[in-house]
C-alpha cells in the first residue's frame, strides 16, 4: 500500500521540521512543546487521554447517526413534497447564514453541560451537507430510468418510484455528504465542548490551556486529530464497501 | 450455454395500436401535424429517418412519454388506451448498476408490487444467453450482454406492444447482428415499433418498414420485402431496397 507509505513519510517529515523549529527558535516550552515532551505527556496522561477522547468519539458518533438519520429525512420529503420544498427550503438555506458557533452557548444553556448539547452541536454542522448532497441527488436520477418506470407503471406509483429507483441512484451523493460529515462532526463536538462541559477532549484541552500544560494541550489535539481522520477513513471504506457498484477512487484514476 | 427450450414465454394476444392526427411542436417548431399511423397486431415495423426527423418523439408519444407541445389520439385496436400494454427499450440499456441482472429483469413487477416470477425470469434469460449471469452486476457485463439483459427485462413484461428506440446502435457489428437475429427470434407475435437510423437494420428486422422525413415530417410505407425477418443483409432484394432508400435520402 503506498498511500500508508506516504502518510507516515509525510507524518515523519511534519514531526522532524517541528522539532528542528523548537532547537533552532530556541522556543519556550509553553509556547511550543518538542515532540518528545508531547509524546512523553501522551503517554503519561494516557489513562484520560483515553477516557476524555471516549467521551468525544461517542458524542460524534451519535451526532453523526443522528444528523444522518435527520438530513436524509429531510433531503426526502424535500423531494417528495412540493409544498415542503416551497416552505422548508428557503429556511433551510437562510438557517445556513447563522453560524452554528453562534447558538453553541444556546444549546449549552438548553441542554446542559453533558453530552446532549454536544452531540446536538454535532448534528447540526452535518445537517446541512447531508441534506443538501441527498436532496441533490435525489433530484437528479437518470431521465431513461424514470421514462423505463414510467412505462412499466399504467398507474403511478411515486414510492415506488422513490424507494426501487431514485434513493438507490442518490446514495452516491448521500456518501458524499456523509464524507464532508464525518470530517466536521469533531468540530461540532468539540466546539461544544469549549463553550461548556465537564469532559471530552475539547474539555481537557481548555483545562491544559489554563494550567499551562501545553505538552498535555497538544497531546489532547493529536488524539483528537488521529480520531478525527480515522472516523473519516472509517466512513470512506465503509461507504465503499456499502456501494459497490459506484467508481468512485480519486486514487485509483491516477495511479 | 444458453438453452433455447421451447417452454419459450407466450406472447400476449396480439394488439393492433392507432394513432391518428398526431401533432408535435417543439420550441415553436413543428415537428410533425397530423400525422396517422396504424400498426397491425402482431407485426414488426421499423421506422426510418435521418436524426432530427422526430422519430423518437413519435416512439415516445407511443410510449405514453408525452413530450410537452404534443396531442393525438392514441388507441389500441380494442378501441382502450395503450398504458399498461407497452414495453419500451431505449438505446441505452438502462440497467440499474445496484442490481444484479435478475433483479433488473423483475423490476417491473418490483415497482408494482406484483408477486416475483423468478422462474419465468431465469427462463428469459437462458434465452437471451445470460442464465450464467443472473447474479452479476451491470457494470461486469460487456455493451451487448447489457443489451441481452435489457431485452430480457423488456420480454419480461409481457406486454403486447414493444417500442424499442435505435436498442442496437451503441453496439459494435457482429454483437448488433447477432441481437439483431435474437430480437426478431423473441419478439415473434408482438407488436413491436422499432426506430433506426440504420437501412440495413430496418431490412434486416422490418416486416413493414417506414420512413419519416421533412418537416413537418411524414410517414411513408417502403414495399415490403420478401421472406421472413431477420433476412441475410447480402441478401438481393435487401441490397436492391437499400440503394432504393439512399436513393430516396438522396445520399447517392
Redesign the interface.
Known sequence: MKSWWRGLLTLAGLVLSWHLLVTLGDLPSYILPDPGAVANSLWHHKGPLLHHAGVTAVEIVLGMVLGTWLGSGSALVLAYSRRARRWLLPMLIASQAIPVFAIAPLLVLWLGYGMGSKIAMAMLIIYFPVTANFYDGLRHT?R??L????????KP?PW??LR??AI??A?PALASGLRVAAAIAPIGAVLGEWVGSSAGLGYLMLHANSRMQVDLLFAALFVLAALAVSLYFLVDAGLRRL?????ISPETETD | MPVQTSTAVSAPPPLTVNLRAARLVYGGLTLFDDLNLKLDGGSFTCLLGPSGSGKSSLL?LL???TPPGVSGELRGGDGQPL??K???M?Q?D?L???LNVLNNII??Q????ERLDLPRAMRLLAQVGLADQALA???TLSGGMRQRAALARTLM?DRPVVLMDEPFSGLDALTRLRLQALAAQLLVGRTVLLVTHDPLEALRLGEHILMMNGRPATLSALADLPGAPPRDPGDRAVQAAYRAILRRLEVV
Do not use: F, K
Request: net charge positive.
Open positions: 437518470q431513461g430510468w421514462d423505463l418506470a414510467a412505462v412499466m407503471l399504467p406509483r415506488a418510484v426501487h429507483i438507490p441512484a446514495l456501494l459497490p457498484w459506484h467508481p | 415516445r410510449a405514453g412519454l398504458t399498461g407497452v414495453a419500451y431505449a441505452q438502462l440499474l448498476p445496484w423490476l417491473g418490483r415497482l408494482r408490487g452486476r451491470p457494470d413484461e
